[in-house]
């Protein structure tokens, strides 16, 4: 199923790397200076916030400093080897002769599968969808958020504050019950 993932605004940087033979690209400093756009009026690029975290969510100077300081580069060939999950076939191994997802459903280890209901970059439909290819008495699915909030995006699940409270607690449950197994 194609997805609706936001990492597809990434794709241009995997085809420009590999035409020019590019090593590294620079996210982190690519989001740093892109952030008082997104953070400051008149808000030209207030999109890419919500790609992170939902309003709200994590504490303005925290968001800040997350942006500008927490993002590294990232080799060319990691972006290269992601921008096959959006091809026919999924996400392969960089050989493109290993597709991850035939192999999911041989495993015999215990999976929890969780997502942000405003998860941008890893949808709940697109968790699903790999959630579906996992032998069903191993994998555990669970949306993080609720219709009248609070709301996940993609930090969320692990930055915002909310997670202390409502996602760590899910993730021991779920190891405690299966080192129990």
């Not at 919500?50 to 500008?68: A, C, G, H, N, Y």
């Not at 990691?78 to 459903?105: C, I, M, P, V």
């Not at 969320?156 to 449950?173: F, K, M, N, R, S």
């Amino acid at each position: 199923m194609s997805s609706r993932s936001s990492l597809k605004l990434l794709l241009p940087l995997a085809d420009s790397a590999q035409v020019l033979n590019v090593l590294v690209i620079p996210i982190g400093t690519l989001l740093a200076a892109t952030h008082p756009f997104a953070a400051n009026p008149p808000y030209l690029l207030s999109w890419l916030s919500p790609q992170i975290s939902t309003p709200d969510m994590l504490q303005p100077k925290l968001f800040e400093k997350l942006v500008t300081e927490n993002f590294e580069t990232v080799p060319a060939k990691l972006l290269l080897q992601l921008a096959t999950a959006f091809e026919e076939g999924g996400l392969r191994d960089r050989s493109g002769t290993f597709f991850y997802k035939n192999h999911l459903s041989k495993s015999n280890v215990p999976v929890l599968a969780i997502a942000g209901d405003q998860d941008l970059i890893c949808p709940p439909d697109a968790v699903y969808e790999t959630v579906k290819l996992i032998l069903e008495p191993l994998v555990t699915y669970k949306v993080f958020g609720e219709p009248g909030g609070p709301h996940f995006a993609h930090y969320d699940i692990v930055g915002a504050q909310l997670a202390v409270d409502l996602v760590y607690p899910y993730i021991i449950e779920f190891l405690n019950h299966h080192d129990a197994a």
